[in-house]
């Protein structure tokens, strides 16, 4: 997993739920592709028997596997015999990995692999990292084993490491070919491209390739040919590579069963299609990982890009969100990027926060058909918030606690992104506000003033009102008395509520649509720079 300790520890949990929710699911989908285009290989090669003088070969084929050589497993030192070791590894060590019986055998195969190269010394050392990586990419780029012996292959192959703690280098570029294969214009070019394009497990190599390689760009990549001429336009490519187009109507293309083709240029076949739902995982680990570039001498177009997917609103919201944390980790002045236009991008930001987090609202209480206490109240319109319904009154179910907890976790979660660009990892030392090239100019007060508003927000979505926590602590212990009348609450007793929390719906609903006035306000100042942000944003609380 990507490392969240930039994070505070409620937005890291609550990032790393939602990843691994995504991963999982992509992992499956990859793997039902992998089985369904296997079937459907073998239909086809059944079909074609009549026809066809070839004999079908088996789908999948291990390599023959020489039990003899268990006992013979070689010293990796200065006198290593380097025939003997290279039959080892091929015919026993990695034979055992091809095998789809071996499928439960497969951590314990990636521990003794561990041990062998971490046990290795002297010239060894070597000839044990390219032995094992001779035979691993044979293993992954083989169509005819097992798919989760592939994958497994090549989550290996991008682990190995030098040295205990430092990756070994020489496989990035075979991990970057093994996501997204070079492109020529010869024939051999094309036809490779096909092939790859035609496998069934290709979708599975991709996660392993693209896992293997955001390990070595958060442990660092030394070579900067490397990493800036291969690993960055990678990265940058699939980030930017969105599948969220605005339809007719310029409403968000949402439907996950829309199907995405990445690369279609090649004659014959296309790559393995995924639903919008795989392709954002696979896009929102590319984007975390240009966060950690900072040292790339690519930095202006890695800004570029995540300020153009912060802008963009037909984006998924975390999308944005994760463009802006990566943003947050990276030098936005030395890149020569108009402060004016990070600021605005964070604003605009901002106020979608406000409207994706009602949004966020109102599908918890539409997921769970929630009945309102008052009856079924009004949802007409993001300016014009809730009224009524299930929104307002108190907390009296566990299913309501677990609704606005999970709302404001939502709602936090956006935000912090916005508060880590602008005040830092921590939210308050660091960021752009204490930039010297930040001082003396109108996006200072911008900021300055984005910032505390959110922060209160935040603070409020936390701790609440407690004059209105009062009265709502009355009504639900005291029963229908006046207190619990006026507030639509029947007397029930908070003891079975778990995690309650400090605000109801209709509060965050009010809470957020003042500070949308008083965002969209300080945005207006972004194009008058010569009104006071601050006399603005004064004003906006007076409404």
């Known amino acids: 997993m990507i490392d969240f300790g930039y994070r505070t520890d409620e937005d890291s949990k609550f990032m790393k739920k939602r990843m691994v929710e995504m991963v999982v699911a992509a992992t499956l989908a990859v793997f039902v592709i992998c089985d369904t285009s296997a079937n459907a290989q073998k239909a086809n090669k059944n079909d074609k028997k009549a026809e066809s003088p070839v004999k079908a070969e088996a789908v999948y084929k291990p390599w023959t596997l020489d039990e003899s050589l268990k006992s013979q497993q070689p010293v990796f030192n200065d006198s290593l015999d380097t025939n003997a070791a290279k039959s080892y590894l091929t015919n026993y060590f990695f034979a055992r990995w091809t095998d789809e019986k071996n499928a439960n055998l497969l951590k314990e195969y990636r ?16 000839k044990a990292l390219n032995g094992a990586a001779g035979n691993l990419k ?11 012996c592939r994958y497994n292959a090549i989550s290996a192959f991008g682990a190995l490491e030098s040295e205990r703690g430092v990756l070994w280098a020489k496989t990035i570029p075979h991990l970057v070919n093994a996501y997204q294969p070079q492109s020529g214009d010869s024939a051999k070019d094309e036809a490779e491209k096909a092939k790859r394009l035609a496998d069934p497990a290709y979708e599975a190599i991709r996660i392993g390739a693209l896992l293997g390689i955001i390990r070595h760009v958060q442990m660092g990549i030394s070579d900067v040919k490397v990493r800036d001429a291969q690993v960055v336009p990678l990265l940058i490519d699939l980030a930017a590579d969105t599948p969220h187009k605005p339809t007719a109507d310029n409403t968000d293309e949402t439907d996950n069963s829309i199907t995405v083709t990445t690369d279609t240029s090649a004659v014959g076949t296309q790559e393995p299609q995924r639903t919008v739902e795989q392709h954002d995982w696979f896009r929102l680990r590319a984007i975390q990982s240009l966060g950690y570039l900072k040292a790339s001498q690519e930095q202006s177009k890695i800004i570029a890009t995540l300020l153009t997917l912060i802008k963009d609103k037909n984006e998924r919201p975390d999308v944005r969100y994760e463009a802006a944390f990566s943003l ?9 990027v108009s402060l004016d236009d990070v600021t605005e991008a964070l604003v605009t930001l901002s106020i979608n926060v406000c409207d994706d987090g009602i949004q966020f609202m109102i599908r918890e209480m539409t997921s769970q058909q929630v ?8 949802m007409s319109g993001m300016d014009a918030g809730y009224s009524g319904g299930s929104m307002g009154g108190g907390v009296t179910s566990q299913m309501q606690a677990d609704q606005i907890n ?7 979660y956006g935000f912090s992104s916005i508060l880590a660009c602008v005040a830092g990892a921590d939210y308050k030392k660091g960021g752009l506000m204490t930039l010297d090239a930040v001082k003396n100019t109108p996006s200072l007060e911008i900021l300055v003033n984005m910032n505390k508003a959110v922060s209160e927000c935040i603070e409020f979505l936390e701790k609440g009102d407690p004059e209105a926590a009062k009265r709502r602590t009355a009504a639900l212990t005291t029963g229908m008395d006046s207190v619990a009348s006026s507030t639509s609450m029947a007397g029930t007793a908070t003891a079975t509520v778990k995690n309650q929390p400090n605000v109801t719906m209709n509060e965050i609903n009010t809470r957020l649509t003042s500070l949308r006035q008083e965002l969209e306000i300080l945005q207006k100042t972004i194009a008058n720079p010569t009104a006071s942000a601050a006399t603005n944003a004064t004003t906006a609380k007076t409404k």
């Open 138 to 148: 044979q293993i992954y780029e083989s169509p005819n084993i097992y798919p989760a």
């Open 328 to 336: 947050s980790q990276l030098d936005i002045i030395a890149s020569g």
């Open 371 to 378: 009945v309102g206490s008052t009856g079924g109240g009004s």
């Open 406 to 412: 999970n709302s404001i976790s939502q709602i936090k």
């Open 111 to 126: 521990a003794e692999l561990d041990r062998l190269t971490q046990g290795a010394s002297g010239s060894g050392k070597e």
